[in-house]
């Protein structure tokens, strides 16, 4: 083969090359923009109660305390709250052991409401559980869905609890989306 030839060859192999990486990086930077029709949010919605995180109990439990009694918590002493429509590995089982993940979820869930930090809660259509626990969506400062952004790591399962369903779509999407990709427990502890 001539030296002409080569270096024609290794043009052309060297702009395929380029085409493909420019065809890469414009699908990744398309992956990564929110939809259209998604809203940007900028805080807590609109009508959310504030509390400050007095603990974690586990990835989808914790004590909080309302600066006020409010729409969802009409008290303001300590509180226990479950995260509707999602289920966090439990911490502590019959053989006293954390189910697989569920440190994690516990570790994902405080970097989203560490101690001492604030959430806002919106409330469902039944405002507490069986165990006295109020049932609440939560948003951070900045306007992160705490439910959501849990779902979208893959640091907890879909639970639906009736008649509570005002994101169940919005999470089931989240959780669906997470376990195809394997993300967190569904690559590590779910096959």
Not at 47 to 57: A, K, M, P, W, Y
Not at 130 to 141: H, S
């Given at each position: 083969m001539s030296t002409a030839a080569r270096r024609e060859g290794s043009a052309a192999?060297?702009?395929?090359?380029?085409?493909?990486l420019l065809v890469a990086g414009a699908w990744w930077y398309w992956k990564q923009q929110p939809p259209e029709d998604a809203p940007e949010m900028t805080g807590p919605p609109e009508?959310?109660?504030?509390?400050?995180?007095?603990?974690?109990?586990d990835g989808d439990?914790?004590?909080?305390?309302?600066?006020?009694?409010?729409?969802?918590?009409?008290?303001?002493?300590?509180?226990?709250?479950?995260?509707?429509?999602?289920?966090?590995?439990?911490?502590?089982?019959?053989?006293?052991?954390?189910?697989?993940?569920?440190?994690?979820?516990?570790?994902e869930l405080n970097q989203l409401a560490p101690s001492?930090?604030?959430l806002w809660l919106r409330g469902d259509t039944q405002p507490q559980d069986?165990?006295?626990?109020?049932?609440?969506?939560?948003?951070?400062?900045t306007g992160i869905f705490v439910n959501e952004r849990?779902?979208?790591?893959?640091?907890?399962?879909?639970?639906?609890?009736?008649?509570?369903y005002a994101y169940e779509q919005q999470l089931h999407n989240k959780i669906a989306e997470a376990r195809t990709e394997k993300r967190g427990l569904w690559g590590a502890c779910i096959n």
């Open positions: 192999l060297f702009w395929l090359l380029i085409i493909g009508g959310s109660q504030e509390v400050i995180v007095n603990f974690l109990q439990s914790l004590q909080v305390t309302a600066l006020a009694a409010g729409p969802v918590i009409g008290v303001t002493e300590p509180v226990q709250l479950r995260l509707l429509g999602i289920d966090a590995p439990e911490m502590h089982t019959d053989n006293g052991q954390p189910q697989c993940w569920a440190d994690t979820a516990k570790a001492g930090g604030r069986v165990y006295g626990r109020y049932l609440v969506y939560a948003w951070t400062k849990l779902a979208s790591l893959g640091a907890v399962r879909e639970l639906s609890i009736p008649p509570n």
